[in-house]
């Protein structure tokens, strides 16, 4: 006994499962990515060739290239920064005082947020950097 196959070319292509999987990796990965939305000035950071991941802080002071101080988005000078500092850090428990200074800022100044800092008892710091490209 024989049988027999036919082997035709299929003359119309269903596209439902097709969409139902496309459907659900665009599902599954808008539920899964961060959207980091990061507000506040805009400073050139230094690139660096080894950027490690950092948790997110509440406490981020930035430093503009014609040397003003930010702590979050609030403008507030040297000689206010350690009073505006030691009431955010209580209210933040992780310690952890990011700086982002324009590449242009002069170190001096770095150091100088840096002794505020330590001075209200922050003693955990990260000089935020750019992902250098090759």
Do not use: C, H, W
Not at 7 to 32: A, E, G, M, R
Not at 94 to 102: G, S, T
Request: glycine share 6%; no cysteine; aromatic share 6%.
């Amino acid at each position: 006994m024989k049988f027999e196959m036919e082997n035709k070319p299929l003359n119309v292509f269903n596209f439902s499962s097709l969409t139902d999987i496309v459907l659900l990796l665009l599902i599954f990965f808008l539920l899964t990515s961060q959207f980091v939305i990061q507000t506040g000035v805009k400073v050139k950071l230094p690139g660096s060739k080894t950027n490690e991941q950092t948790l997110p802080s509440q406490l981020i002071v930035t430093i503009t290239p014609d040397s003003k101080i930010y702590l979050g988005s609030d403008l507030v000078g040297i000689d206010g920064l350690p009073m505006k500092l030691e009431s955010a850090s209580q209210n933040n428990s992780d310690k952890n005082l990011i700086i982002r200074a324009d590449k242009e800022v002069n170190i001096d100044l770095v150091i100088k947020v840096i002794d505020a800092a330590k001075g209200v008892g922050i003693d955990k710091f990260t000089i935020q950097t750019e992902k250098e490209s090759f």
